[in-house]
């Protein structure tokens, strides 16, 4: 960023949660089976449980750490998660993840959530 911003973390939590319980709704009232239902319900308590996660980063954002380094926490996480996962459960399981992303990439969702969080210019939080 070049200049210091605010997120509202508060709103953030509140808008975004709200927003997974509408497109978890929609996407319930649309799917066709038991199986479609369990998927839509392991996306919202997935989705709910990043929630948190990502507020996390905002409020680094607006204490004024460095992007570089949350960049790289954020990017550590992740790859973390990725290997974790794949001591656990297996190379295939992986190989499925990856398919799977490629597929989200390519737009290949039924429903998907989008909460704008806009900075204000300002200090620290």
């Not at 369990?38 to 997935?46: D, N």
Request: proline share 4%; charged share 25%.
């Amino acid at each position: 960023m070049t200049a210091h911003v605010h997120y509202d973390v508060e709103d953030m939590i509140r808008r975004s949660r709200s927003e997974i319980d509408k497109a978890s709704a929609q996407a319930m009232a649309g799917a066709p089976d038991e199986d479609s239902r369990r998927f839509v319900e392991f996306q919202r308590r997935m989705q709910q449980a990043y929630v948190e996660g990502h507020a996390e980063m905002l409020r680094l954002f607006n204490e004024g750490a460095p992007d570089e380094m949350i960049a790289r926490t954020l990017a550590l996480i992740l790859c973390g998660r990725i290997t974790t996962y794949e001591k656990m459960f297996g190379p295939e399981f992986l190989a499925l993840f990856g398919w799977q992303m490629q597929r989200v990439r390519s737009g290949n969702v039924c429903v998907s959530t989008e909460v704008e969080i806009t900075p204000v210019p300002g200090g620290r939080a």
